[in-house]
């Protein structure tokens, strides 16, 4: 089945970029998801990357996928306090596109 | 307003209490599913449903049960809780199955501590 691994933490100053990454093993995956996890609060969908596309941007985030290496990371532009949040990737494929999630990463953004 | 609501949004109970953990949509989905999280785990499936009366194991389904009587509603059920069930728990829910672009919405999370 699918496995996806993620660092557990980061820290970044306000006003630099941060970048999160994400391996997966299932190169099957149709879609490949952000989302953002606020403490005390349920994860909500940040943006996601259909498999065929090589890179995504959205404002300050800007999505790259390396399907060759089953790579996929978030670029967050100008990283502000408020975003300071677990980050989850995931893959949704198979018969029930079901969605795998990776193990969260902790970005911590300092003043 | 769409929302994922679960109840109770925190709970401590005593082992072999049994206890349910409800969930409710108001999005008309299809699909709804029970996460839970723990540190360094990530998010993993407990059980989900396709669609009323259609439900199916996740990753880690033992220990507790579900049922889809109807679309909006999907409780959670621990018949005989166990201290290795205390973790913090999401109800969720999209219109398809798990994901195919479709925006998987969650509740706000249910943590549950078992003595």
């Known amino acids: 089945g699918e496995d996806v691994e993620q660092s557990l933490f980061l820290s970044v100053r306000e006003g630099d970029s941060s970048v999160i990454n994400c391996t997966y093993t299932d190169s099957s995956s149709t879609y490949l998801y952000w989302y953002k996890q606020e403490p005390g609060a349920g994860l909500q969908l940040l943006t996601y990357?259909?498999?065929?596309?090589d890179m995504k941007q959205d404002q300050r985030l800007t999505v790259l996928l390396n399907k060759k290496d089953k790579h996929l990371s978030l670029r967050i532009a100008d990283t502000q306090t408020g975003d300071s949040a677990i980050y989850f990737c995931?893959?949704?494929?198979?018969?029930?596109?079901?969605?795998?999630f990776g193990t969260g990463t902790l970005l911590a953004v300092q003043p | 307003e769409a929302q994922v609501t679960q109840n109770p949004r925190y709970l401590i109970t005593v082992t072999g209490k049994k206890l349910t953990v409800t969930c409710s949509q108001n999005?008309?989905?299809?699909?709804m599913s029970w996460y839970r999280q723990d540190p360094g785990l990530g998010l993993r499936q407990i059980y989900y449903s396709m669609n009323v009366e259609v439900t199916d194991k996740g990753d880690v389904p033992e220990g507790y049960k579900v049922s889809r009587k109807e679309k909006r509603n999907f409780p959670l059920i621990l018949e005989s809780p166990s201290p290795n069930q205390t973790s913090l728990y999401f109800c969720?829910?999209?219109?398809?199955?798990?994901?195919?672009?479709?925006?998987?919405?969650f509740g706000e999370g249910s943590r549950l501590t078992v003595l």
């Open positions: 995931a893959g949704a494929g198979g018969a029930t596109n079901k969605l795998i």
């Open positions: 999005m008309n989905h299809e699909y």
């Open positions: 990357i259909f498999s065929n596309m």
């Open positions: 969720a829910s999209s219109l398809l199955a798990g994901g195919g672009a479709g925006e998987l919405f």
